[in-house]
C-alpha cells in the first residue's frame, strides 16, 4: 500500500522538492552577496526547513530528539550514521544553532539548485574522492573554520548510505584530521531511523508514511582517548541506540 501511494505522491513530493530549490537560488544568492554570512545562513535554515516540510507531502513525518546539553561555545563534531539523502535537510534545520556545515562531493557543487550554491559558500568542506591530498586539505581548513567561529560539523563516517538500516563501520580518518585543527571539538553521536526506507525502492517511486527519526546522544569528550577510540565509541552508542529502537532488524 506504502509503494502504491508512493507512485501517486512521489511526482508531487519531486516538483514541491525542486520548486523550493529553485527558488532559494537567488534567495540565497542576494543574502550572501549583499548582506552576508547570517542572512545567507539563516536563508539555509529556511531551506532546509521547507525541504523537510516537503516529506510530508509524501505521508511522512520526521521528529528530533535533543535530550543533551550541548555548548554553543565550543566547536561540535557531530557523528551520524548515513541512510539516504534526506537524512541532510532535518539535520541542517534542527541543528542551525550549532552552525552546522557538512562535508561533501565536490561534484555536488555544480548544477543543483540552492544546493551547490550553499556548499561553495557555506563554510563545509567540498572533497574530491579521487585525490587525497585535496580532501585533507579541505577537512583541515574545516578544522580551522569550526575551531576559530565555536561552528560544528556533521560526518557520517559510514562513507555510504546504509541501503538497509544496518550500522557499517566507522572510518575515523575524517575526523582525526578535523582533531588536529580542532582538538577540542566535542562529539555528539546522532543515530538516525527509518531514513533508508523513504528510498527502500530506489528513487521512485519513494517510500509514503514512514517516521524519520533522529535522535542526539550523549557527547563524547575527545580527550578520553584516541580518534580511533572516540569513533569507535560514538559507533556502539549509535548502534546500541538503534538496536533498542522498536521495530529494528538486525540483517
Known amino acids: 500500500m506504502r509503494k502504491l501511494f508512493g507512485f501517486i505522491l512521489t511526482p508531487i513530493h519531486y516538483i514541491v522538492f525542486g520548486l523550493i530549490l529553485v527558488i532559494f537560488q537567488p534567495v540565497q544568492w542576494v543574502c550572501y552577496k549583499f548582506i552576508g554570512y547570517r542572512a545567507h545562513k539563516y536563508s539555509v535554515d529556511v531551506l532546509n526547513f521547507f525541504l523537510t516540510a516537503s516529506y510530508y507531502v509524501l505521508g511522512n513525518r520526521v521528529s528530533f530528539t535533543n535530550n543533551q546539553t550541548l555548548p554553543l561555545n565550543r566547536p561540535i563534531i557531530f557523528v551520524a550514521n548515513h541512510q539516504s539523502m534526506y537524512d541532510i535537510p532535518p539535520l541542517i534545520w534542527r541543528l542551525s544553532k550549532y552552525h552546522a556545515k557538512f562535508i561533501s562531493k565536490i561534484e555536488l557543487t555544480k548544477n543543483i539548485p540552492s544546493i551547490s550554491y550553499n556548499l561553495k559558500v557555506g563554510g563545509g568542506a567540498n572533497i574530491d574522492r579521487k585525490d587525497q591530498r585535496q580532501a585533507i586539505a579541505e577537512l583541515l581548513k574545516l578544522g580551522v573554520r569550526i575551531k ?104
Open 148 to 251: 576559530d567561529n565555536n561552528w560544528s560539523t556533521v560526518i557520517f563516517p559510514e562513507g555510504t548510505r546504509s541501503k538497509d538500516g544496518n550500522v557499517k563501520f566507522f572510518r575515523a580518518a575524517g575526523i582525526a584530521t578535523i582533531l588536529k585543527k580542532c582538538p577540542n571539538a566535542l562529539i555528539v553521536p546522532i543515530g538516525i531511523e527509518n531514513s533508508w526506507k523513504m528510498v527502500r525502492h530506489g528513487i521512485f517511486p519513494l517510500s509514503t508514511f514512514e517516521h524519520l527519526k533522529f535522535s542526539v546522544l550523549a557527547p563524547i569528550e575527545p580527550a578520553t582517548g584516541t580518534p580511533e577510540e572516540v569513533v569507535l565509541q560514538a559507533e556502539n552508542e549509535i548502534k546500541a541506540f538503534l538496536r533498542q529502537a522498536p521495530g529494528y532488524v538486525q540483517i
